[in-house]
């Protein structure tokens, strides 16, 4: 129930959702000391994948084991995916005899959020003049180098030239308290991890099942994205939209709908999935969706959970995810070009309300649902 409490009113992104779980389980309840919580954050910041639903995942796992994870991430995430999903299924049910205005401001809306969380993510992972340049390189790269390979390929680019240029930074903590599970079933998670991440586009390739083909895509975009977030927005659209399964309109209104509600972003994946051209769509294709983006974090959480403490330690590792880090402020900051920029900002008006907007998020404090369906009301009225 605690969880599910929080699906229900976690607003604001994943920074704001670690403050929740930290008020809830370190202040009020005490189910983990602020060391522990720390070790948490950390060992979710390492891994690829949504870090607040890993946080929730590893917390719940470190109650219950592997049904205190599952019970945890059900709770956070399925009221965003039930929204998202009668969303997409309106969108659907009402086709052109929607206002085109409407969707217009949901698309501004998505660039002022997807701007704000590039300002937001620069301050923290980009503080010095070696991983600036390593973030206007990533930039560059993701706007030369199209396609999931090209994220991949930045990402690990990255994590290279971080462990032969940077210096390691943080200062490690005590051990956490997690639970304590059998190395050689943490291994059988990480290798059913690495298993369905080979072999899924192999599947996919030789078998013409849509479902299919979206398991592996989803997968994919679960298993490869480091930073969590926005940061999954470039992978996705060339997934979904540039494969044809769903129209640029659709996702980039979604993603900005994505915003106004509680729980991880990640369950923008079910909106996708229900909005599918072709079967299975609806609420089979959305928690298709769902399931198999969310589904790489658990087996990594599960499995990596055993080895973290030997991990921490190593100065290789966090110099290498200071380089990670910085690379992911690069492909969101190209994200915003494109497709954001690209698809939503077409005249001067379009620029305007998306500024009123970014002014709303970072100086006026309103909080991210409240500009969203602030952008879809002008845009209903004036667009």
């Not at 971080?162 to 943080?170: A, D, E, I």
Request: aromatic share 10%; proline share 6%; glycine share 12%.
């Amino acid at each position: 129930m605690a969880f599910l409490r929080l699906g229900l009113t976690s607003f604001g992104g994943p920074v704001a959702h670690l403050g929740f779980f930290r008020d809830e389980f370190v202040v009020r309840r005490r189910w983990l000391s602020e060391g522990d919580f720390a070790d948490t954050v950390a060992l979710c910041q390492f891994l690829p994948g949504p870090a607040s639903s890993q946080v929730g995942m590893s917390i719940g796992l470190g109650r219950a084991g592997l049904k205190g994870a599952v019970a945890a991430w059900c709770g956070f995430t399925l009221p965003s995916a039930l929204l998202l999903i009668a969303f997409a299924l309106g969108l659907a049910a009402i086709g052109d005899t929607v206002a085109r205005g409407a969707l217009h401001g949901l698309k501004i809306a998505a660039v002022a959020v997807v701007a704000q969380a590039v300002w937001g993510m620069s301050r923290t992972l980009t503080p010095d003049l070696p991983r600036r340049l390593m973030a206007v390189a990533a930039i560059i790269a993701a706007l030369l180098v199209q396609g999931p390979l090209g994220q991949v390929g930045i990402i690990l680019a990255a994590a290279v030239i971080g462990v032969l240029w940077l210096r390691p930074s943080g200062v490690v903590v005590e051990a956490p308290r997690t639970a304590e599970l059998p190395t050689k079933a943490a291994w059988g998670y990480l290798g059913l991890f690495a298993i369905l991440l080979l072999g899924l586009p192999i599947l996919a390739r030789v078998t013409p099942a849509h479902w299919l083909q979206m398991i592996s895509s989803f997968y994919r975009a679960g298993a490869l994205v480091f930073g969590g977030g926005h940061v999954v927005l470039p992978l996705l659209e060339a997934e979904v939209v540039s494969q044809g399964w769903v129209t640029s309109d659709a996702f980039l209104a979604g993603y900005g709908a994505a915003q106004a509600i509680p729980g991880p972003l990640f369950a923008f994946s079910a909106f996708l999935g229900a909005s599918m051209q072709r079967p299975p769509a609806g609420w089979v294709g959305g928690f298709i969706a769902l399931i198999s983006i969310f589904l790489p974090s658990l087996l990594l959480i599960v499995g990596v959970t055993p080895f973290w403490e030997r991990l921490r330690y190593h100065a290789t590792s966090r110099a290498g995810l200071s380089g990670v880090n910085a690379s992911v402020v690069g492909l969101l900051g190209a994200a915003l070009y494109d497709p954001v920029w690209t698809s939503a900002i077409n005249g001067g008006t379009d620029f305007g309300l998306a500024l009123v907007a970014l002014f709303a998020l970072t100086t006026g404090r309103v909080p991210p649902w409240a500009v969203v369906a602030g952008c879809a009301a002008i845009g209903w009225l004036i667009l």
